[in-house]
């Protein structure tokens, strides 16, 4: 491991964010860039609808205020903290969105909302959001990085933590700040940023990403007043580096900003199924396997998944009791295949974990980590692969391996299908399509939009 540089990362990080202008950007990753503002709002609108979203929205009326900044999903407005709440809840509520493997984190999910609330405030056009949306992204996954995977491995959910942080880093942008105030922004994120990953299969996971993005406007708003924080917070003794992850650091995560677009290398993964990560690539492998078999679902006697130890680790409720921990369970999500055929915001339900179809299913599936797909062979490269056998009733067997399902960045949704994507959250939501189509067509074109607030408003 190489020494990170003594100037600072607070520091290093406040002046490059500062500096950043979409000239500097490739175009390459301002797509990415695009994909991920429309992917994130897509599953936004549609976690509006979750219960845990609708109670939070209640507790940031009652505790946060009216304000200028809109609760994607829904006809409310509240003050940009507020905003950041309930949007970045709403946009983890049904863990249909994107993945980070800089650090294993949720990136978007925490930086959009934090943008999006302090672009309002500002009331600042789409070149600036969009600007503002890559610093704070570019950001956080270059923690993930200097931090390495062991953060996230040793219990801290780094998409809290270093989501955090971005999200400072982003709102800050979004606001004007120079070089200085937003190291203090970040400074004051990371003094603040928490996480654990004990929370998974609960509301506290969801709620856990909006106060992330709460966090980072409040740091931002905090720092453009002139509030003094620590900038050594990460190489302090008693900082973050040595707290979160025993003084473990990579400089090679900050040296590369600007150079090697984390947007882009090692890219978004961005979901075909409203679970976690961790299952897909086993999901979509039992249906490829039954599909080119040609084989009965109901026939299936049996289905083994060998997943390396990032799956095992993440995939924790065998049998779930409720949605929340649905999303996070291999038998769940393989059952849905068996069972439905398919797995969507509406089978993310307590009517489908009471359904005695799907419960059956799942009692046929076992997963196990398997030692191999834990070597070199297989990491960093496919991080979250899944090797899945097959036993029918009549004792056939086939098998499979895969390592970048559909949305992985090896294997990433065409346009029009992230497109389709978004119609279908809409349609969840309750929208009629020529609102989606308006707000879907603004955001492929953020940086042509003279204001924020106008694209959300309607207005184009």
Same mark, same amino acid.
């Given at each position: ?6 100037? @600072?990362? &607070? !520091? #290093? +990080?406040? =002046?490059? %964010? *500062? $500096?950043?202008?979409? /000239? ?26 979750? @219960?845990? &979203? !609708? #109670? +939070?929205? =209640?507790? %940031? *009326? $009652?505790?946060?205020? /009216? ?394």
């Amino acid at each position: 491991m190489r020494k990170v540089h003594s100037a @600072g990362i &607070a !520091e #290093r +990080l406040g =002046a490059w %964010v *500062s $500096g950043l202008s979409l /000239s500097h950007v490739p175009e390459a990753a301002l797509h990415v860039a695009r994909r991920c503002i429309i992917d994130t709002s897509a599953v936004a609108i549609a976690g509006s609808r979750t @219960g845990v &979203a !609708e #109670r +939070l929205r =209640a507790h %940031v *009326s $009652g505790q946060y205020g /009216s304000g200028a900044c809109t609760l994607l999903g829904t006809a409310h407005s509240a003050s940009a903290l507020g905003a950041a709440l309930a949007n970045g809840t709403a946009a983890h509520a049904l863990d249909f969105d994107d993945t980070s493997y800089a650090g294993v984190l949720h990136g978007s999910t925490i930086v959009l909302p934090a943008v999006l609330a302090a672009a309002q405030q500002a009331d600042i056009a789409g070149g600036q959001f969009l600007e503002a949306f890559i610093a704070g992204s570019e950001a956080a996954y270059a923690l993930g990085l200097t931090l390495t995977d062991s953060h996230y491995m040793r219990g801290w959910w780094a998409t809290g933590t270093l989501g955090a942080i971005g999200a400072a880093a982003g709102a800050a942008k979004a606001g004007g700040l120079d070089a200085e105030p937003v190291a203090r922004a970040i400074a004051l994120a990371a003094l603040g940023a928490h996480g654990m990953v004990a929370m998974l299969g609960t509301d506290a996971k969801p709620i856990l990403a909006g106060q992330a993005a709460r966090l980072g406007v409040e740091s931002a708003l905090l720092a453009a007043q002139g509030h003094s924080a620590p900038l050594q917070v990460f190489e302090d003794p008693r900082g973050l580096l040595a707290l979160m992850n025993e003084g473990r650091a990579d400089a090679a995560g900050l040296e590369e900003l600007g150079q090697t677009w984390r947007l882009m290398e090692p890219g978004i993964a961005i979901k075909r199924h409203p679970v976690c990560s961790a299952a897909q690539a086993a999901m979509e492998l039992t249906g490829t396997l039954i599909a080119e078999n040609k084989l009965d679902r109901e026939h299936i006697a049996s289905v083994r998944c060998e997943v390396p130890r990032l799956v095992k680790i993440s995939l924790v409720h065998d049998t779930p009791a409720t949605p929340a921990q649905a999303q996070f369970s291999m038998p769940f999500a393989i059952g849905c295949i068996l069972a439905y055929g398919a797995l969507g915001p509406g089978q993310i339900s307590a009517e489908s974990l009471a359904d005695a179809r799907l419960r059956a299913a799942m009692e046929r599936v076992e997963m196990a980590e398997a030692e191999d797909l834990n070597g070199e062979e297989y990491q960093p490269r496919y991080p979250e692969c899944a090797r899945v056998t097959l036993v029918t009733r009549e004792g056939r067997e086939v098998s499979g391996f895969l390592g970048a399902p559909a949305g992985m960045p090896e294997n990433p949704l065409s346009d029009e299908a992230l497109s389709e994507k978004f119609r279908d959250c809409c349609d969840f939501a309750g929208w009629p399509r020529e609102r989606c189509e308006t707000l879907l067509s603004a955001l492929w074109s953020i940086e042509r939009a003279d204001s924020v607030s106008g694209i959300l408003r309607g207005e184009g």
